[in-house]
Every structure is written in structure tokens, then in C-alpha cells.
């Protein structure tokens, strides 16, 4: 076990804060967690009076309406207000305002901390440790069927995290389910190692494609929908792993609010370092949403973009396969839907109910060497962020609305630990298109070089 503190928006905390309508706040930060911040207190009935930010020392602008100003303007005239610290580095954020003059009772951390022990096998770990100590699963029958389809698409995964992953599963204390693991032409040892674990485990069917296809490649798209015969399921990536009571906790869940998807709390942690660690939201209980409030959620990252980390009901799931199959060529569903921001976009906003779970039931890795962390699908995500946001216009959701999603995406995307690239450096064939060049023409997209696109 390794153990690791994370840090997450604690909502239930800004949701009692937005009930006191006397005291002033201010947000210092104007990114992502800001904006949240900023748009949830808002939604809660109560509206922040400025950002303080760095930004502000060199040019005067605005964040959803509000003035940015600097820590220095903010100084000059002593104000009887509180600061709201956004990013969730929060300890040298408020050591920077506490070494500045700001009043120690002036600041405000919204976040919840969480120490979690990680499980990290070593790297020369074994599969045989596992098979030889179980009995031979042999498959579920009559009333036992499999009501849950759980797959994992993997590609060259580290040997330790594969065995994590695989074995997560199989550990479920809800064992109607079936493993579909569809190996898209790894050329490491994944093979071998899947197929010892489907030699004690009927549980587990197997794929294997004999070369490297994207997510969005037809044949893949086809196996996968076919491989999907229950009423539920869920995703896992091959070196993400799931807690034990994961699918027992969110199938009772979606029983009990018959929701279309149910999702838990995602905790991300950094693999040997390699980001800081944070999780997703605190919400302080489960919540089941629906009509606005599910699509408030969404814009506001709550109900997260990644499609794991959730149990969907197996409809939905299929309904999304069939509209990227609608796209008749290759370049179309690979531009439009790489990137599972379009996934989530589409199911959150073509479902009647989400339930949000608040248990940390999902445990995701950031690594090196990743596909979230590789440069070569840089220009295939931009194109899958401009079909989502579209979608969203087509949903009739307001550009107003949707302004934070839209920011966090971007930021998202040119702030990732990569090589430094600017969106000149993207295939031309994404940028030419029609419907990303308009995108860059929107004011949002200033900061991150749109305009010299055009």
C-alpha cells in the first residue's frame, strides 16, 4: 500500500457558505476551480464580488462577469471581505497571501482532505500468486446470470498495474457480472497474462485484435456493442482499478433511483510523483439529479467528463456506439469522438437521471507514458472537445452556461505535463475543419492561440 492526500471541492462546504447573503467574498484564482467556485456559489444564490489573480498585475479583463484584480490593488484599500483560495494547491497559495499581508482569518480553503492508501504491487509481480490460491470460477447460472458487463480496452500496459486492474474485478463482492477485456494488439506481455487469469475465472471473455485500432475504429466499436448483453455496465482502464464494494454500492444505487448512470467518487493520484494528487468533488452525501440539475452538473465538471468511474445502464451505452457508428468513415468518429469528453457529453445529456455517489470508490493513475499523457492525439481531442461542445448548442445549452466546461476542457488540454505546443503545431487536417476553425474564433479560445489560426 502506498498512501497518498488528495484534495476535492467540498461542496456541501460552499453550499453552507452561500447561505451567509452578509459577508462579501472574493475568489483568488481565476482558472478552473475558480470558475467552479464562482459559478456554484452563484448557482446557490450567491454571487462573489471579484477574482484576485496574478494575471491582473499586466493587463485588466474579466471572468464570467466579474473583475480580475490584482493582489496588490487588492491590498492598496483594506476590505473587509474574504478570499476564497480556488486551486487545490492550496498550502503555498496561502502562504503567498499570508507572506503578502493578508489576514490569516481572511482565508477561506474549501476543499476536503483525504488520506487513502493506493494499492501498488511490485513491479515484478506475479499473476500465478493470485490463480494458484483460488478455486476455478466456474460460470454463473439460472437466477445468477450476469446483470452487470464490465470491460476494460488495453494496449501495452505496465505488467504490475494489468494484474491490478484484472484482479480488482474479479475481487467484487457483486459477482454477477461479466469481464469483457478487449486487447487492441498489445505487444508486451498482456496477453499472456490475461489469458492466465481467464483460465480460473469463466467470468472473463477475451478479445484479442491483431493490430492497434483506435477506440473509435468500427470493427472494435461492433466486438464491444456485441459484447454488451446485460442491463448494466461499467468501464475500467487498465491501470485504474475499482474499490471491492464498487459495483455492489452502484448497482443497489441505481436500483434503488433508477437512474440511467450512476457515478462514483474518482480519486487521482500520481503514480512515482507524478502530478499532485486530487479527487474529483465532495459532495457531502449521494445525490440523484435530474432534467436541469443534471446538466448543471455537467457544465459544471461535477458530473465528470471521463467515462470511467461509472455504472451506466446498458441502453444508453449502446445508443452512444451507435451514433459514433453513424459516422460513415474512420477520419469522422476518430476526430469526433477520441476523446471520451464527446462520451460523457452525449450520455449525461441524453439521460433522465444521474445519481451521484460520494464514497471514493474509483481509483485512477496519472503516469508517464499514458495515452492521457502523450502528444501524438493532441489535435484528435481538440476536434473531440468542438464536437462536445456542439452537441451542447444543439441541446440548446447556452454558450453562457457552458462557458466553464468549455474552460476546463482547454485548459485541460495545453496545460497537461507534455511538450509545450501551441494549436499550430496540430494535424492541419483537424484545424481545416470547418467546424473547429469557428470554434478558435470564440472569445474563449483567446488565450490559447486561436487566433493565429485564422
Not at 258 to 278: C, E, K, M, P, W
Not at 354 to 372: A, N, Q, Y
Not at 381 to 390: E, R
Not at 415 to 424: Q, V
Request: aromatic letters at 12%.
Amino acid at each position: 500500500m502506498s498512501n497518498v492526500t488528495a484534495y476535492g471541492k467540498d461542496f456541501l462546504f460552499l453550499r453552507n457558505l452561500a447561505q451567509d447573503k452578509i459577508t462579501k467574498l472574493c475568489i483568488y484564482g481565476c482558472g478552473v476551480n475558480g470558475e467552479v467556485i464562482c459559478k456554484f456559489l452563484e448557482d446557490c444564490g450567491k454571487d462573489i464580488e471579484f477574482f484576485i489573480d496574478k494575471q491582473a498585475e499586466s493587463r485588466e479583463f474579466t471572468v464570467l462577469g466579474k473583475r480580475v484584480v490584482s493582489l496588490a490593488a487588492f491590498l492598496e484599500k483594506p476590505q473587509n471581505i474574504l478570499i476564497i483560495v480556488s486551486p487545490d494547491n492550496q498550502e503555498s497559495v496561502v502562504g503567498f497571501l499570508l507572506e503578502n499581508g493578508v489576514d490569516k482569518n481572511q482565508i477561506i480553503c474549501p476543499f476536503k482532505k483525504v488520506d487513502k492508501d493506493i494499492k501498488v504491487l511490485s513491479e515484478d509481480y506475479d499473476p500465478r500468486n493470485y490463480c494458484n490460491k483460488i478455486d476455478r470460477y466456474n460460470e454463473l447460472s439460472g437466477s445468477d446470470t450476469p446483470e452487470v458487463t464490465v470491460f476494460t480496452i488495453l494496449y501495452n500496459t505496465p505488467e504490475w498495474m494489468l494484474c491490478r486492474t484484472i484482479e480488482s474485478i474479479l475481487n467484487q463482492s457483486y459477482e454477477r457480472f461479466k469481464y469483457l477485456i478487449i486487447d487492441n494488439g498489445s505487444t508486451d506481455a498482456s496477453e499472456n497474462i490475461i489469458r492466465q487469469y481467464a483460465s480460473v475465472d469463466n467470468r472473463i471473455q477475451y478479445i484479442r485484435l491483431k493490430q492497434n485500432v483506435p477506440w473509435t475504429n468500427k470493427e472494435l466499436l461492433l466486438k464491444l456493442k456485441e459484447g454488451i448483453d446485460t442491463g448494466y455496465v461499467a468501464m475500467l482502464d487498465s491501470d485504474d482499478y475499482y474499490e471491492q464494494h464498487f459495483l455492489q454500492k452502484a448497482v443497489s444505487i441505481l436500483k434503488r433511483d433508477d437512474s440511467d448512470i450512476v457515478q462514483v467518487n474518482t480519486l487521482t493520484y500520481a503514480h512515482n510523483g507524478f502530478r499532485y494528487s486530487y479527487f474529483a468533488h465532495y459532495l457531502g452525501e449521494d445525490l440523484c439529479i435530474q432534467g436541469s440539475e443534471k446538466e448543471r452538473y455537467l457544465m459544471l465538471r461535477i458530473l465528470n467528463v471521463p467515462v470511467w468511474g461509472k455504472l451506466y445502464k446498458s441502453e444508453l451505452f449502446k445508443n452512444l456506439i451507435d451514433m459514433m457508428l453513424s459516422y460513415e468513415t474512420e477520419y469522422e468518429r476518430d476526430r469526433n469522438f477520441c476523446l471520451d469528453i464527446s462520451w460523457i457529453t452525449y450520455m449525461a445529456l441524453a439521460c433522465s437521471r444521474v445519481s451521484l455517489c460520494d464514497e471514493i470508490l474509483h481509483i485512477r493513475t496519472w503516469r508517464p507514458g499514458s495515452s492521457e499523457h502523450s502528444d501524438d492525439h493532441g489535435s484528435k481531442w481538440l476536434s473531440s472537445m468542438v464536437w462536445s461542445f456542439g452537441h451542447l448548442s444543439e441541446c440548446n445549452v447556452k454558450y453562457e452556461d457552458s462557458i466553464v466546461y468549455e474552460e476546463a476542457t482547454l485548459m485541460w488540454l495545453f496545460s497537461l505535463p507534455r511538450d509545450k505546443y501551441s494549436l499550430s503545431a496540430f494535424r492541419s487536417i483537424d484545424l481545416d475543419n470547418r467546424a473547429v476553425k469557428e470554434f478558435l474564433k470564440r472569445p474563449v479560445c483567446d488565450r490559447y492561440g486561436g487566433n493565429e489560426n485564422e
